[in-house]
């Protein structure tokens, strides 16, 4: 998707953020945690929009720290989904991430999450292991892994 307006998450988003968050994840990160990473010096957040001022239909958060890219979140309104957002911020991240010289992304999901292993294999990432119980008894964690290319430099975000 190409015409989204990606822009850095704000406190005053924080509210907006938590009714995607909480239609999104069984644990959804409290108001708190969102807030406490804005002032994180090596956290990165960014909303996304489909015009100027309008709702906001999706974010992320990642952290760069020594070179590296780690994803700690990605969602979507769940009304807008399957249209390329989820991509595109994934793509954001890996540009963002470029941009800053980090030369690889990693992240942990859910291994049941069938809709974020598609979305991550779909933008470049493949499993490199698994921890198992990371998330508690039986709900184990798929590790994966993505080079950054210095080509994200020149193509950016939401590239479809
Ligand atoms: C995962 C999530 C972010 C995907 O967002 P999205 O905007 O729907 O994703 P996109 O439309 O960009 O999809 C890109 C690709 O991901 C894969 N994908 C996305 N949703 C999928 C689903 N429900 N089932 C299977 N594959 C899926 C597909 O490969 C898709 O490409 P395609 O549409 O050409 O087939 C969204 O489902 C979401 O917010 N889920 C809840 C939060 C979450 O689990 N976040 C990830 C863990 S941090």
């Known amino acids: 998707m190409s015409d989204l307006i990606f822009e850095p998450m704000q406190a005053a988003d924080v509210a907006a953020i938590m009714e995607i968050e909480r239609q999104s994840f069984a644990s959804p990160w409290s108001a708190g945690l969102f807030l406490h990473e804005l002032g994180v010096e090596f956290s990165r957040q960014v909303v996304a929009r489909r015009r100027a001022s309008g709702p906001i239909v999706g974010y992320a958060c990642w952290w760069e720290v ?85 080509e994200w430099n020149d193509r950016g975000a939401g590239v479809a």
Do not use: Q, W
């Not at 890219?69 to 989820?86: E, F, N, S």
């Open 66 to 150: 020594a070179g590296e890219v780690h994803v700690l979140t990605v969602a979507v309104d769940p009304r807008k989904r399957r249209h390329g957002i989820g991509r595109a911020l994934v793509r954001h991240i890996l540009a963002a991430g470029a941009g800053a010289g980090a030369t690889v992304a990693g992240l942990e999901v859910r291994a049941d999450n069938a809709a974020a292993l598609s979305l991550y294999a779909a933008c470049g990432f493949a499993r490199v292991g698994e921890r198992r119980d990371y998330y508690g008894p039986g709900e184990h964690a798929v590790l994966m892994d993505c080079s950054i290319a210095t």
